[in-house]
């Protein structure tokens, strides 16, 4: 009688040669033999291949995951998610982060997300979350992590020789890249001077989404930014067609890119915007799309157009800092857009900052998100891709910082608004620099405080066309008739598929005046 076979417990790396041998074409008996286990485990790794892969490929492979032997997630998979964002973002920046440092932010997102249970940070959950990922020890220790220099490079020399040899004009090269935008997040104490914070009502902001940019090497082609949220319907989205948006819109419980969002949005989205792109052009309908390392992402082999000639290529792990293209300031300069957007829009609407903050809908971010993102230069994204194509620079002789331009105007704005004249550019900087929705996030009370005194001021004395007003009473129109009158236009234009986005802008522009123009009103009443 044969003896009890022993119990063999596979590391991920042994699940991973055994799928690689199953492609190979050995048969499940001599893998079963190799490995010492039964047929049915062999069969049964075959079953999992994808969720084995995409999870080896979710990890750093110099860290040891391979070493694993189970794929046990968190309790937590929401928590989880977002902290593996954070971290790896903090690592695209070479920012040291301890092991204090990521329970704390662990313990923070924990509360921010309104998430219910016992949780505790505590040194247990720290081992067993890098052990999930794969983080090594010294990143828990406040070692600074530096992009893989030498896996950039090998990348970079291999990406050259493909489009070489695919005869691929810059034309045809895409990047794109996603990163979160907390977008209620205002301006902290860097700009609201001595403002008592005991008596601020909005400590911070827990509103996120996903945008994605995407576009080509010439900055010459920039598809709709992809933005991914939490509802599928948002409150203010009633009376909207969503195919007129400015933007592509997907929805997801977690508000994250998954396999399935960016599968759809390349089928339905990326490849008939490029394959009309390149056919305007007179170009070969023939396309590369260059994506950050996969969390569990579509393999590269999915991602293709139905003729095969429009293809995906991952970067490789760790580079993101390196050579990414729309990590190389363009996702920063969209961000620094929208919030000067942001606070541009506060300041013309004259509200305080409670009816500011409960105004604002995801709606109006979407549209200040896609505003930013054209406002973005295709000489800036040309300077993007210059690690990738180093000879070609004959536009980036000259380099300007478009984030640096924009705070100093934003700067110069407010030192000429009363009571704010000392607000300088690094202050400016230290708001367009936040990551997160931290406190670092509240109102700038003060500066819509003299902002209103100084309008209300102005609107003292009558002007002709309130006096007309006042001598044809029965003709005069209230801001508030007018606003109501605005925001049914707005919404009638939302729901018709042949409008222009510049029409759109333009009546959002107008509301804003009119809601600016009440608050005036209404505070001169008092």
């Given at each position: 009688m044969l003896g009890k076979r022993k119990r063999v417990v596979l590391t991920i790396k042994d699940k991973l040669d055994i799928i690689k041998k199953l492609e190979e074409g050995n048969s499940f008996k001599k893998l079963s033999v190799l490995y010492g286990i039964g047929e049915s485990t062999v069969r049964d790794i075959k079953k999992n291949k994808e969720r084995i892969i995409n999870y080896a490929n979710s990890s750093d492979p110099t860290s040891g995951v391979s070493k694993r032997k189970s794929m046990k997630s968190s309790t937590y998979e929401e928590l989880d998610r977002v902290m593996i964002e954070w971290f790896n973002q903090q690592k695209t920046n070479g920012i040291p982060v301890s092991g204090t440092i990521c329970a704390k932010q662990a313990r923070f997102f924990f509360d921010a997300l309104g998430m219910e249970g016992d949780f505790n940070a505590s040194s247990g959950w720290?081992?067993?979350?890098?052990?999930?990922?794969?983080?090594?020890k010294a990143a828990g220790k406040g070692t600074k992590l530096k992009g893989d220099e030498t896996a950039a490079s090998e990348f970079c020399g291999n990406f050259q020789a493909f489009v070489e040899r695919e005869n691929l004009l810059p034309e045809q090269i895409y990047g794109a890249d996603q990163t979160g935008l907390f977008w209620k997040c205002l301006p902290t104490r860097t700009l609201a001077f001595d403002t008592d914070q005991s008596t601020c009502e909005y400590r911070t902001s827990r509103e996120r989404i996903i945008i994605m940019c995407?576009?080509?090497a010439t900055g010459?082609?920039?598809?709709?930014?992809c933005?991914?949220?939490k509802a599928k319907r948002p409150r203010a989205f009633k009376g909207t067609d969503l195919s007129n948006l400015p933007v592509t819109y997907f929805s997801q419980k977690s508000a994250w890119i998954e396999p399935s969002i960016l599968k759809q949005w390349f089928e339905k989205c990326f490849v008939p915007q490029v394959q009309k792109h390149l056919k305007s052009k007179g170009l070969r309908e023939k396309a590369v799309l260059l994506l950050d390392f996969p969390a569990a992402y579509p393999a590269e082999e999915l991602l293709t157009s139905d003729d095969g000639r429009i293809v995906?290529?991952?970067?490789p792990p760790n580079v993101t800092s390196l050579i990414q293209p729309m990590s190389q300031g363009v996702l920063t300069t969209v961000k620094r857009y929208y919030r000067a957007g942001l606070i541009q829009k506060y300041m013309d609407e004259g509200n305080d900052p409670k009816m500011f903050w409960k105004n604002l809908t995801v709606l109006d971010a979407i549209y200040e998100a896609s505003r930013a993102w054209n406002q973005i230069r295709s000489n800036t994204i040309t300077r993007a891709w210059k690690k990738l194509f180093p000879g070609n620079e004959e536009n980036s002789s000259v380099s300007i910082d478009d984030g640096a331009i924009l705070a100093a105007n934003l700067a110069t704005v407010l030192q000429n608004t009363e009571d704010c004249e000392h607000v300088n550019i690094e202050?400016?900087?230290?708001?367009f620099d936040s990551r997160s929705s931290g406190s670092n996030c509240q109102v700038l009370a003060d500066i819509v405080g003299a902002a209103d005194r100084a309008k209300a001021a102005e609107q003292k004395k009558p002007s002709r066309k309130t006096r007309k007003a006042e001598l044809n009473p029965e003709k005069h129109i209230s801001h508030k008739a007018a606003l109501e009158w605005t925001e049914n236009l707005l919404d009638y234009l939302e729901q018709q598929d042949d409008m222009l986005l510049s029409d759109k802008l333009v009546l959002r522009r107008l509301r804003t005046i009119i809601r600016r123009k009440q608050r005036i009103q209404n505070k001169t009443h008092l």
């Open positions: 720290l081992t067993r979350f890098k052990q999930r990922h794969g983080i090594p995407c576009a080509n010459l082609h920039k598809l709709n930014l933005v991914v949220g995906v290529k991952y970067l202050n400016i900087e230290q708001w």
